[in-house]
C-alpha cells in the first residue's frame, strides 16, 4: 500500500494477557519509529529502529514492552503480562532515511484496550 | 519544564478569521520544527515543517520560528470549520546518535461557523 499500515485498529485483551500489534511501514523506509499516545496527550516515543536494529528503545517504559523488524520492513511491537495503564493509541511512523528533516509518516494507529 | 510545550486551548475562532497556535521548546540544539494536525480518532498529518528562522507559507498555513526565543508558531488564515481538529508541534531532539522526535500535547482547535 501507499501508507503505513497497522494491525489490529483495536485490540481488547484481559489484563495478564500478551498481545503484538503489527506496522507496515511504507515500502523503501529505512526508519521506523512506534510511539504511544494517551488521551489528552502527544504521540510518546517508545522505540527506533534503522533497518533491523533497534537504534534507541529508550523510550519503552519497562521490560513487558519489547518490539522487533526481523527483515528491515514489518515491525512488531509485544506487550507482556497486559497492565490497563497499558490501555492506549499505539502508533508507528516511518520515514525515509532517518535523518533530521525527514517526514515521518504516522499508520492509523491501534487501539489497545486492557480490562 | 516539558521539552516541548503548547496550550491546550480549546482555542475556539469563528469561521474566516485567523487562528494562532504557539509552542515552545527547551533544546536549543533543536533543528528542525514540525506542526501536525490530528482530528479526532485519527493519526497525526503533517501540514508545515520549519528549518530556519522566519516564516514559511503553504496555502493557508504559515509557520514562524524564532530559535532565539525557543517559539514557533502556526497561523491559519481564512479558518474552516474543516480544520478543527488537535495540532502537535514537534521538535527534533539529538539524542543518541540520530535526530529524535518530541511532540507537545497538542492545541485542540475548534472553528465555528
Known amino acids: 500500500g501507499a501508507g503505513v499500515s497497522q494491525t489490529p485498529s483495536n485490540k481488547v485483551t484481559e489484563k495478564g494477557k500478551y498481545v503484538e500489534l503489527r506496522c507496515d511501514p511504507i515500502?523503501?523506509?529505512?526508519?521506523l519509529y512506534w510511539y504511544r499516545q494517551s488521551l489528552g496527550q502527544g504521540p510518546e516515543f517508545l522505540i527506533y529502529f534503522q533497518g533491523t536494529g533497534a537504534a534507541d528503545d529508550s523510550g519503552l517504559p519497562n521490560d513487558r514492552f519489547f518490539a522487533v523488524r526481523p527483515e528491515g520492513s514489518v515491525s512488531t511491537l509485544k506487550i507482556q503480562r497486559t497492565e490497563r495503564g497499558d490501555s492506549a493509541v499505539y502508533l508507528c511512523a516511518s520515514s525515509l532515511t532517518g535523518g533530521g528533516t525527514d517526514t515521518q509518516y504516522f499508520g492509523p494507529g491501534t487501539r489497545l484496550t486492557v480490562l | 519544564q516539558k521539552e516541548v510545550e503548547q496550550n491546550s486551548g480549546p482555542l475556539s475562532v469563528p469561521e474566516g478569521a485567523i487562528a494562532s497556535l504557539n509552542c515552545t521548546y527547551s533544546?536549543?540544539?533543536?533543528?528542525?520544527f514540525f506542526w501536525y494536525r490530528q482530528y479526532s480518532g485519527k493519526s497525526p498529518e503533517l501540514i508545515m515543517s520549519?528549518?530556519?528562522?522566519g516564516d514559511q507559507e503553504d496555502g493557508r498555513f504559515t509557520a514562524q520560528l524564532n530559535k532565539a526565543s525557543q517559539y514557533v508558531s502556526l497561523l491559519i488564515r481564512d479558518s474552516q470549520p474543516s480544520d478543527s481538529a488537535t495540532y502537535l508541534c514537534?521538535?527534533?531532539?539529538?539524542?543518541?546518535?540520530?535526530?529524535?522526535?518530541?511532540f507537545g500535547a497538542g492545541t485542540r482547535l475548534a472553528v465555528h461557523p
Open positions: 514537534a521538535v527534533t531532539l539529538f539524542s543518541g546518535g540520530y535526530n529524535k522526535l518530541i
Open positions: 533544546d536549543r540544539g533543536s533543528q528542525s
Open positions: 515500502s523503501g523506509h529505512t526508519a
Open positions: 520549519i528549518y530556519s528562522n
